[in-house]
């Protein structure tokens, strides 16, 4: 949508609630934000339809499901033209272990976050999308040793 359209304090709470928990009944967010259980599904269908809400997912614990090693990979490409980056992007967007996929500027041209089983999971990642590319000029990878925060909340205003 190219306008999207105006918040108000509701529309904050309410999505404030939703980034909490997206598995509230619509009458458990309605009481929560202290509006009518039909107000508060309009709401939410504008701020879904206006794309303020992506999408409502369960967040899953990758170390309980054996995916236990997270790796931050810097890719700078040989040959940046908008065609290559789409290209290297379209494939980093569809392998599965790439959980996040940034284009970045001064610096690499791509920061990727990766979710897998152990290194030998990554050395197939990378021999899979990394090393096939003869676009693929240079790699750095780090890997998280903890995780102290992670969170996928915005930072609404006013809340």
């Known amino acids: 949508m190219a306008n999207p359209p105006e918040l108000d304090s509701t529309d904050l709470r309410i999505l404030a ?6 598995s ?7 009481e929560r ?3 009518s259980p039909a107000t508060c599904l309009r709401r939410v269908k504008r701020l879904q339809e206006a794309g303020i809400i992506e999408r ?3 967040i899953l614990s990758p170390a309980h499901l054996g995916h236990g090693l997270t790796a931050i990979v810097e890719i700078t490409l040989d040959r940046q033209g908008v065609e290559h980056l789409d290209a290297f992007e379209s494939r980093a ?3 599965a272990a790439v959980q996040q996929c940034y284009r970045v500027s ?5 920061v990727l976050i990766v979710q897998v089983a152990d290194m030998a999971a990554y050395n197939a990642f990378a021999q899979r999308l990394l090393s096939q590319d003869a676009n693929v000029r240079n790699v750095r990878s780090f890997f998280a040793t903890q995780r102290a925060k992670f969170s996928t909340q915005v930072v609404l205003p006013g809340l």
Not at 17 to 22: F, P, R, Y
Not at 24 to 30: E, I, P, R, V
């Open 33 to 35: 934000v202290h509006v």
């Open 93 to 95: 967007a569809a392998d």
């Open 24 to 30: 509230l009944s619509n009458q458990d967010l309605a």
């Open 106 to 110: 001064t610096g690499p041209d791509f």
């Open 17 to 22: 609630q939703l980034q909490e928990d997206a």
């Open 56 to 58: 409502q997912v369960a």
